[in-house]
């Protein structure tokens, strides 16, 4: 009998290098687990979508260990090779949150033993114009408060930091005058951030993705938030991000397949916390379970067809375009 084999594709600089130290126990347990291991370490940005939008079509199982960037690129080099092979993802990044959506193990060794153990359960993708997103896709402000705010003030502070850091930069903030197309409905409005979304958690926040968040359930999440006159209208907007109601005048919420933004400038987007280009047009639309990631256990609260799909059904992925449009 044949041995299965695998492709590791693993981003040696996420999560401050710690992977490495566990790569020999790693491909230890997946050697042990049956299978026949081919290692790749990501040598720059894009690369991951290249190396796996040309994968052999021997390999019937790829592993992505980084952060949620790694994922990203794994997917739409998966998405663009038009193959239908499990993912098994061993997150190693710094924040994680698609991992956190499904509750994988951020524990190196526990995550392998749950690839190892886990079934291949469809999820829904994001087609963004000509690129692919995993979970959120994002524009205007905070979109970088992630990143901008100092580390030792996020462990001091937690989460609170990000509030405080959004605030300090209130007086920045930047307004975008955006035609909104949801729904078959079209709205005009000034807006200083929107997201579609489909996880539980973004940026580490749970909770601003709205309840009863499904995974695989063919829709996004669509977050746009209307530009505050005022610091008591920016109040008004936190409370109801924190509180998770959603309820004010200055916040939109969908549940939807697809959304469409038109703008008279560019705006600069992010897909899975990486740069997503800038642009005049973006068509978002839902791929409805297209891409199978292993997990292990019952996830059936962000699953609603784990209990209805067959281990081994083959979901056939139409091939995407090559090329991204940075103006639509």
């Known amino acids: 009998m044949t041995q299965p084999q695998m492709l590791l594709i693993y981003n040696a600089h996420a999560g401050k290098g710690s992977f490495l130290a566990k790569l020999p126990e790693v491909i230890d347990m997946f050697v042990k687990g049956g299978y026949r291991v081919e290692a790749y370490p990501t040598q720059s940005a894009g690369d991951a979508i290249e190396k796996v939008s040309q994968i052999p079509g021997y390999m019937s199982l790829i592993v992505a260990a980084g952060g949620d960037g790694t994922l990203d690129e794994v997917v739409t080099g998966l998405m663009r090779s038009g193959r239908d092979v499990p993912i098994g993802y061993i997150p190693v990044g710094s924040t994680n949150d698609y991992a956190a959506s499904l509750r994988l193990s951020s524990n190196v060794l526990e995550a392998v033993g749950d ?14 114009n000509k690129g692919v997103f995993v979970y959120v896709a994002a524009f205007g402000a905070f979109t970088d408060v992630s990143y901008a705010t100092n580390q030792d003030m996020k462990n001091l502070f937690g989460h609170i930091a990000y509030i405080m850091e959004g605030a300090r930069r209130m007086g920045d903030i930047k307004s975008y005058d955006l035609r909104v197309e949801v729904e078959g409905e079209q709205h005009e409005a000034s807006y200083i951030y929107g997201m579609v979304t489909n996880s539980v958690s973004v940026g580490g926040f749970k909770g601003i993705t709205g309840k009863n968040v499904l995974l695989d359930d063919g829709v996004f999440e669509v977050l746009l938030i209307h530009t505050p006159k005022n610091l008591l209208e920016f109040q008004e907007i936190v409370t109801a991000l924190l509180t998770g109601t959603m309820d004010s005048p200055l916040i939109e919420f969908y549940r939807t397949d697809q959304v469409r933004f038109w703008s008279e400038e560019e705006i600069t987007w992010t897909l899975d916390g990486e740069y997503g280009g800038a642009h005049t047009f973006v068509d978002i639309h839902n791929r409805h379970q297209c891409v199978r990631i292993i997990m292990d256990g019952d996830k059936s609260d962000v699953l609603g067809g784990w209990r209805n799909l067959e281990n081994n ?11 991204q449009d940075s103006n639509g």
Not at 313 to 323: G, I, K, N, Q, S
Request: charged content about 20%; cysteine-free; overall charge negative.
């Open 115 to 128: 690839i190892l153990g886990g079934e291949p359960q469809a999820v829904d993708m994001g087609i963004f």
């Open 313 to 323: 059904a083959v979901r056939t992925v139409p091939e995407l375009p090559d090329a």
